[in-house]
Each structure stands twice: as structure tokens, then as C-alpha cells.
């Protein structure tokens, strides 16, 4: 039997699949560290306008995380943390956990004086960079927790000790430095998530070169109510309403020249994102260029539904190549129909590439011997006696399946435990 100090469970990772496994394992009676890289919790469904099955929007779900969390004694959770050193076994590993610094203290209420504070703007991560905010700043209107962060560049600046004055809480702290947590914990979970591919590889499709070429995960942002235009969908070179938007499936997934595989949402993803457009832009023209579509069990539905609006149109096709009309800052696709065997070029207002999930494994993996497949994903469950991986760690899910598999985890860390 393990002694009590190796009772805990290390949970990496604060997104769905992270969220349940430190949940559940904290109620079913054991101490738990949830290790987030982010400045809150939440992962990249906090991100999204809609989430699948319920097509709800993703505080619904992770508002009742977060009550859980507050309201459970036996969970502690980091931010702005990374694990960088694991050793020991199952039962008993001793961890080392990095800090970084947010240089704003518990005592923030997020009142925003230091925002007001500095004129610094930076580029907003949590809307892909496509807007801008204070250097100074809440990660969304929602984080949890509902902090502010000091970005670095504003902590070096002139401006730093007039935003330090600003604040009437003392909650402002330059002098932070990046500090190590070491823990003895008896098992992890590991569910780092996903990054969305790097669309700046796929040359032939335009991303960054024509402006109004973005990201699936661009689109979200776009959508959601705080995102960079208000929840408007618009193109990014004028603002206007887009009249045709072209989805181009498969986006650096299925070639073995980018990443191999699928990553199974993508589809139903694009399809998601055209209700969004055939909302709000009821005579709009929308494409949606695919190899197969992906839509497995219950979303088969969906996409029966999607094909019935007149205004969609499925095109079996594979891009090859998105150039832009200089006057217009239309695009120009050059799609090859793969049913009929032809060329066909087709314009359109802007383009969303579905770019694939690529697992942040692939370039942070776990710490010590624990092996990957050739794509990065810890493919089994179990990565070593006493360490389980869950969701898109282990393999590219939704939200639902990501939660099951968090909830797996916790269940596996919790019988490694009772079996020592």
C-alpha cells in the first residue's frame, strides 16, 4: 500500500479532457494538481463559438467545471506552469514543475486599471492574433481564473511602474521571477491537447500572403461573441460581408507531406462553421471542398441536415492552389474534381482551411521514457505503469469523447494507486 504522501494525482493539462480527470479523480476522494501551460483553464474549447453535440456555447460546460474546482478543497491548480522533470514509478513519482511569472498576484479583482494604465498594445493570442490588446490584459472575458497578465515587454518598459501605481489592490508585482514547485505525487494524467497545424506550411494555399484566407479555428474566433469583430463574420481585408466562402478540407491532414492522418473533426467542424455563415448571411453561397466526410454516429444527422440547404454545395474535390485578385482581394481556387476528373476554378470572397490536430506532444513530450507513435500521440492509453494519457494526446477527439477520456484516465490513476 502506498504511503499517504503518493495518494495524489498530477493532472497536465487544463482542457476538457484535463478538466474531468482532475475533477473526478479530486471527488472521488484524492488530492490533485492540475498543471495548465495557459494563464487559465479551459484549453481551446474556451475558444470556440459552439461546441458539438449540443451546439451550446463552451462556458456552458466549463462554467460548472470551474464550480466544481472552487468548490472542491482537494484540487490545486497551477498556471502558466509547465512539468519539466518527472522521475520515480508508479506510486511514487517525484515531479518538478516551473512557474512562470504572471507579475499579477491572488489579490487581483480584475478591475482593468492597469490596462488603462499603458498604451502598449500586443497581438491577442487567444484570438490567433487577428486583433489586438493591452499589454496588460484578462485572457478572455470569461478566464478562469479571472486574473490579469503583465506581458513580459510591458514589465521592461517605462510604462511598468505607472501600471504597478495604477493599481489600488497591490496585486501588480514586477519583481516575479520564474520559480520551481517540486511534487511526490502516486500518478498522472497527461492531457496537453492539440495546436492547430501550421497553415504558414501549406504554400500553395495562400494563409497569411492573402489576408482573407484563415484558419478553422480563425473562423471560431470570428463567430464568437468576444471575438475580434464582435461575433460578425466578415472578410479580414475590408470588413465587409463575405456573399461566398470556400471550406477547404483536409488542409495539411491526409498528406504525408504535412501530417498523415486524419484528425476526424475537421469535417463536421466545416460544417458547424457554414451554419454560423448561413445564420447570419442568409443568401450566401457557401463550398465545401472535401476528399471523404467524416461524419461518425449521431452527427450523421447533421450532416444530412447541412446537405439539404440549398445554399451548401459539397464539392469532392482536392484544392490545389488559392491565388488572390489584386483589385478585388478575391480569391481564385483551383480545385481538381475528383468525381469527374476535371479542373475547375472558382471564385470566392474567402477561404477557411481546415488545418488538422496536431498533438503538442509531438514537440513537448512528456518528460523521461515514455514513447510516442511517428505523429507525436501517446497512442495508448497506459504511456507507462503509473502516467495515462487522454484525449487528443492519445488521438484527435471532440469535446464529448475528450471528457470520456479524461474520465478514463482519472479512473486508471486511481486503480495504478490502489494497486500499490
Not at 439539404?308 to 488572390?324: L, P, R, S, Y
Not at 503538442?360 to 513530450?365: C, I, L, Q, V
Amino acid at each position: 500500500m502506498a504511503n499517504a504522501v503518493t495518494q495524489s494525482i498530477l493532472v497536465v493539462g487544463g482542457g476538457m479532457s484535463g478538466l474531468a480527470a482532475a475533477i473526478e479523480a479530486a471527488e472521488a476522494g484524492h488530492e490533485v494538481y492540475l498543471v495548465e501551460k495557459n494563464a487559465y483553464l479551459g484549453g481551446r474549447v474556451a475558444q470556440l463559438h459552439q461546441y458539438f453535440p449540443k451546439l451550446c456555447p463552451p462556458y456552458c460546460g466549463l462554467e460548472i467545471n470551474f464550480r466544481r474546482i472552487k468548490n472542491n478543497p482537494r484540487i490545486r491548480f497551477f498556471t502558466m506552469a509547465e512539468v519539466e522533470a518527472i522521475s520515480g514509478q508508479e506510486g511514487d513519482f517525484d515531479v518538478s514543475i516551473k512557474l512562470n511569472p504572471r507579475y499579477v498576484n491572488e489579490k487581483c479583482t480584475g478591475c482593468g486599471k492597469c490596462a488603462e494604465a499603458t498604451s502598449m498594445e500586443i497581438d491577442n493570442p487567444f484570438n490567433y492574433g487577428m486583433d489586438k490588446i493591452k499589454a496588460a490584459y484578462l485572457p478572455h472575458d470569461m478566464a478562469f481564473p479571472m486574473r490579469f497578465v503583465l506581458d513580459p515587454a510591458l514589465v521592461a518598459s517605462p510604462d511598468a511602474q505607472k501600471v504597478k501605481d495604477a493599481c489600488p489592490y497591490d496585486a501588480i508585482d514586477l519583481t516575479m521571477e520564474p520559480k520551481t514547485v517540486n511534487l511526490k505525487v502516486g500518478a498522472i494524467t497527461w492531457a496537453t491537447g492539440w495546436k492547430p497545424y501550421d497553415a504558414t506550411r501549406l504554400d500553395t494555399l495562400g494563409f497569411k500572403k492573402y489576408p482573407n484566407v484563415v484558419t478553422n479555428v480563425m473562423m471560431e474566433r470570428l463567430a464568437a461573441w468576444n471575438g475580434p469583430t464582435q461575433g460578425k463574420i466578415v472578410r479580414p481585408s475590408d470588413g465587409k460581408a463575405p456573399e461566398t466562402i470556400a471550406f477547404v478540407q483536409c488542409a495539411g491532414s491526409r498528406d504525408q507531406n504535412h501530417l498523415p492522418f486524419c484528425s476526424s473533426i475537421c469535417c463536421m467542424a466545416s460544417m458547424k462553421q457554414a451554419t454560423y455563415v448561413r445564420a447570419q448571411y442568409p443568401d450566401a453561397k457557401i463550398y465545401i471542398f472535401y476528399i471523404d466526410i467524416r461524419a461518425m454516429d449521431r452527427l450523421e444527422d447533421f450532416y444530412q441536415k447541412v446537405k439539404e440547404d440549398q445554399n451548401i454545395q459539397f464539392f469532392k474535390g482536392k484544392v490545389a492552389k488559392i491565388e488572390e485578385d489584386a483589385a478585388t482581394k478575391n480569391l481564385v481556387l483551383r480545385v481538381e474534381d475528383t468525381a469527374a476528373g476535371a479542373l475547375h476554378q472558382i471564385t470566392v470572397d474567402m477561404a477557411v482551411l481546415a488545418t488538422g490536430m496536431q498533438p503538442n506532444t509531438s514537440d513537448s513530450p512528456i518528460p523521461g521514457t515514455v514513447g510516442s507513435d511517428e505523429y507525436g500521440f501517446v497512442a495508448s492509453l497506459e504511456a507507462k505503469p503509473g502516467i495515462y494519457a487522454a484525449g487528443c494526446t492519445r488521438t484527435p477527439v471532440g469535446v464529448s469523447e475528450a471528457v470520456q477520456d479524461g474520465t478514463a484516465a482519472a479512473l486508471k490513476a486511481i486503480q495504478s494507486i490502489a494497486r500499490r
